[in-house]
């Protein structure tokens, strides 16, 4: 079974940006949809982007124009690009592979550790 293992989280200040890597131990190539979620303190853990093999994205609305998902096959890595943080971006993200089953999406791992990105005003 792919296990993923989340880095690149940290302490920015309000208006910066972060680079987010889920580094997968085998191939990629052929999983169909991975996804970036997010739980901050407090609250129940939500989607931030996803993205399909062959291109296809969806965000959440409130990261929308802020953060771009991206997949490398050949480095068995997908990345979460985020710009123009706010605090409330503050949270731990994961990332896990998602499986889509009657009409809906669902992650297939067991959460990882995760990577915590702090934003401050």
């Known amino acids: 079974q792919v296990q993923l293992v989340e880095s690149g989280g940290g302490l920015v200040q309000a208006g910066g940006s972060l680079r987010l890597s889920c580094a997968a131990s085998?191939?990629?190539?052929?999983?169909?949809?991975m996804g970036w979620y997010r739980q901050a303190p407090g609250k129940q853990r939500e989607l931030v982007a996803r993205?399909?093999?062959?291109?296809?994205?969806n965000y959440a609305d409130s990261v929308k124009g802020r953060f771009t998902i991206s997949r490398d096959n050949a480095k068995n890595t997908m990345y979460l690009q985020m710009n123009s943080l706010k605090p409330e971006d503050t949270a731990v993200y994961y990332c896990?592979?998602?499986?889509?089953?009657?009409?809906?999406?669902?992650?297939?791992?067991?959460w990882g550790q995760g990577t915590q990105v702090t934003v401050s005003s």
């Open positions: 085998g191939s990629i190539f052929r999983i169909n949809a």
């Open positions: 993205i399909v093999n062959g291109g296809s994205t």
């Open positions: 896990n592979i998602d499986s889509l089953y009657g009409g809906g999406w669902y992650s297939t791992l067991p």
